[in-house]
């Protein structure tokens, strides 16, 4: 079965502009997790959805969001980019919650703020 | 911020060597997993250890956990030069998510 989609793979922004990163989880998987990953701080946790809710958010401020459509798919939308938010962006997807099951990560997509 | 800890940031190991690695937490937990990434793509889940469980073996990985100390050991037998890549523990509580650690560097030698 397919894995964890992420689109696009590579990205290239100037600060102040906003960006959506899309996912498409497992199919069946109706929980999708995101993540930023960066060098000096690691994998940070963005917020977590399922069945279109959101059940918990990191500390990220408001410019990170996020949203899950009735198919499962998922969007994360960074507004007024800061030269900060260039990171590799991780989307995980799992069949009900992560703590129980665990996540299948998508390749992730490369954000570049310049 | 994270809750694991790896320990040693980086190992150099020769192929055919074991490979351990450790991780501590600081919370309870419902279940601890570690993962795998290579060159920066997305992580890969390797094994998860519940709670109530003190060791589980897949292939050729071994995962203990101590609940008491709260710590986690991952041990890598005979590697291989496909080993090679960055190993990250996450401790699972009841939040919908995953604490990840910083992650330990292990590079295989041939």
């Known amino acids: 079965k397919a894995g964890v989609t992420q689109t696009p793979r590579y990205l290239i922004k100037t600060r102040g502009q906003q960006v959506t990163l899309s996912c498409s989880p497992i199919s069946g998987h109706r929980s999708v997790s995101w993540y930023q990953q960066t060098p000096g701080q690691g994998l940070q946790f963005l917020f977590e959805?399922?069945?279109?809710?959101?059940?918990n958010k990191g500390n990220f401020p408001g410019r990170f969001s996020g949203r899950q459509f009735s198919n499962s798919r998922s969007e994360m939308n960074v507004s007024t980019l800061e030269l900060g938010d260039s990171a590799l962006y991780l989307c995980?997807?799992?069949?009900?919650?992560?703590?129980?099951?665990?996540?299948?990560f998508g390749s992730g997509t490369r954000l570049t703020v310049v | 911020s994270q809750q694991g800890e790896e320990d040693p940031q980086a190992l150099s190991i020769q192929e055919g060597e074991n490979a351990t690695m450790n991780c501590s937490y600081k919370t309870s937990i419902n279940n601890l997993q570690w993962y795998r990434q290579n060159s920066g793509r997305g992580l890969v889940h390797l094994i998860l250890?519940?709670?109530?469980?003190r060791e589980k073996h897949s292939g050729r990985l071994r995962v203990t956990l101590d609940t008491s100390k709260k710590s986690s050991s991952l041990l890598i037998t005979a590697s291989r030069a496909a080993d090679t890549a960055s190993y990250f523990c996450a401790t699972a509580s009841n939040d919908y998510k995953l604490s990840f650690g910083a992650g330990t560097t292990v590079t295989v030698r041939a």
């Open positions: 995980a997807s799992s069949l009900d919650s992560p703590s129980n099951y665990g996540y299948t």
């Open positions: 250890i519940r709670s109530n469980e």
């Open positions: 959805y399922f069945s279109e809710t959101q059940r």
